[in-house]
């Protein structure tokens, strides 16, 4: 597994009555590239690759969005990264692909509250209220390359290259607190 080497442990970043950052867990995470008979790749890991662009399944403990056409990410406990790698190693002289474990390299923000759609707004060029719920999207955050997961309709998660997480979380906290003052 790759070291995780972030400045940011898991803690509350900001809570207000606007909305609540707060940095998650460490969480598994395994980048998938793959062409072919993808039915083979969701038999091995036990979930169903999804197909369509931002779109995202569960199953066995196991998240996957669809970032691009051939790109997937996986989200998976820590304990199952490794039974996740060797059943995709056992696929490869079928169906060769790329597949990196990248747990070390990103940081989880969950951004929850009233006004999380317009957090994440303020710094995105995305319309954030066109994601859907069970969606996620690879978009920009204060110049930054992030992926948004949508959990309910006032609950997101931010992932994040560790490099880009301090200013991402000052950016989000700030956020939070203008907008919070805007209610008072």
């Known amino acids: 597994m790759s070291k995780h080497i972030s400045s ?11 909305a609540r950052v707060a940095v998650s867990q460490l969480i ?13 790749v969701g038999n091995a890991i036990g979930v169903a ?8 399944a569960k199953a066995d403990g196991i998240e996957v969005a669809c970032l691009g056409p051939d790109e997937w990410t996986l989200l998976v406990s820590l304990n199952q990264i490794e039974k996740v ?24 923000f ?12 303020i710094a995105t060029p995305r319309d954030i209220a066109s ?3 069970g969606e996620a999207r690879r978009t920009l955050f204060d110049g930054a390359t992030v992926v948004l997961w949508r959990d309910a309709e006032t609950s997101f998660r931010m992932d994040v290259w560790n490099s880009f997480a301090p200013f ?13 003052a805007e209610l008072a």
């Open 110 to 121: 969950t951004i929850e509250g009233p006004q999380a759609v317009d957090l994440l707004s």
């Open 85 to 108: 790698e060797d059943a995709l190693a056992a696929l490869y002289p079928s169906l060769p692909h790329s597949m990196t474990e990248v747990t070390g390299r990103e940081v989880t």
């Open 168 to 180: 991402l979380a000052t950016t989000l906290e700030t956020g939070a607190k203008e907008l919070a």
């Open 28 to 40: 598994g995470r395994i980048s998938l590239r793959a062409r072919g008979d993808l039915a083979a």
């Open 131 to 133: 994601i859907k719920v």
């Open 49 to 56: 690759l999804p197909t369509k662009i931002g779109t995202c």
């Open 8 to 18: 940011l442990a898991p803690s509350v970043v900001v809570d207000t009555a606007a």
